[in-house]
């Protein structure tokens, strides 16, 4: 049983900022890798950033390099998303995926559970 609850978005100004979190339940949780999916209206979701259960080594979509940082605190069941100088085109609902094995996944079919999602939008 794993619930994933996203939360922190919003509307903010291109250049902004914005922390997403994503609260998850689970006695089990460290041993997830995490990940971080977006999807803007009549597009696919596609992959932003992902964490293994180390929470060592990352990985980014290249749109978001530089930009977007994903950290977790196991001991709190939570991952983030800390997302600096937002642009128009991250303008999108934010879904936070949890895969029930150690190592990260960049694609969403090999994620086992999601959240609702969070909108965020970016205006000029």
């Known amino acids: 049983q794993v619930q994933l609850v996203e939360s922190g978005g919003g509307l903010v100004q291109a250049g902004g900022s914005l922390r997403l979190s994503c609260a998850a339940s689970?006695?089990?949780?460290?041993?997830?890798?995490m990940g971080w999916f977006r999807q803007a209206p009549g597009e696919e979701r596609e992959f932003v950033a992902a964490?293994?259960?180390?929470?060592?080594?990352?990985n980014y979509a290249d749109s978001v390099k530089g930009r977007f940082t994903i950290s977790r605190d196991n001991a709190k069941n939570t991952v983030y998303l800390q997302m600096k100088s937002l642009k128009p085109e991250d303008t999108a609902v934010y879904y936070c995926?949890?895969?029930?094995?150690?190592?990260?996944?960049?694609?969403?079919?090999?994620?086992?559970?999601w959240g609702q999602g969070t909108q965020v939008t970016v205006s000029s």
């Open positions: 689970g006695r089990t949780f460290s041993s997830y890798a």
């Open positions: 995926a949890a895969r029930l094995r150690p190592l990260i996944a960049v694609t969403p079919q090999l994620y086992n559970y």
């Open positions: 964490i293994p259960r180390s929470g060592g080594s990352t």
